[in-house]
């Protein structure tokens, strides 16, 4: 049924893929903490503060949007965004949109010929929601 060959090459498939994602994670921990160190959460916080609710929150989706990293850098940031005092419900629609809005997958349905009509609506669909959940999460930290 199985034989030493099938395992021997599941072995060195998960070997080259786990060396891949171990130094992906380490730049983009890098990378991450390069952008904490030099665009500090408080910065951040007072781009945020003085707006209508409303606006904060989809900041706060925008914010996730233009992260082009998938979720291992997002819990990063968003600790150093809560630990910088930034306010809860962007941060909530900032984690939503992070990997669900990044440049990646907005760019290649533009790319696509076909797909591209749908990427307005994908944007604007996915904003709305990330900055739609994130005031009942922020009111349900408040309890």
Not at 37 to 59: D, W
Not at 74 to 79: E, G, K, M, Q, R
């Amino acid at each position: 049924m199985f034989e030493i060959n099938d395992f021997y090459t599941a072995g060195k498939f998960f070997l080259v893929i786990a060396g891949e994602l171990v130094l992906i994670f380490v730049a983009v921990a890098f990378i991450v903490g390069l952008l904490l160190e030099y665009l500090p959460p408080s910065h951040i916080r007072g781009f945020l503060a003085g707006r209508l609710i409303g606006v904060q929150y989809f900041l706060g989706a925008g914010l996730g949007a233009i992260t082009p990293f998938c979720s291992c850098s997002t819990v990063p940031i968003l600790t150093g965004l809560l630990r910088g005092g930034v306010p809860f419900g962007p941060v909530m629609a900032f984690l939503f949109a992070s990997p669900v809005l990044n440049p990646v997958i907005v760019a290649v349905p533009l790319l696509c010929v076909i797909a591209s009509a749908g990427t307005p609506a994908l944007i604007s669909t996915c904003a709305i929601m990330a900055a739609a959940v994130g005031l009942p999460v922020s009111q349900l930290s408040a309890l």
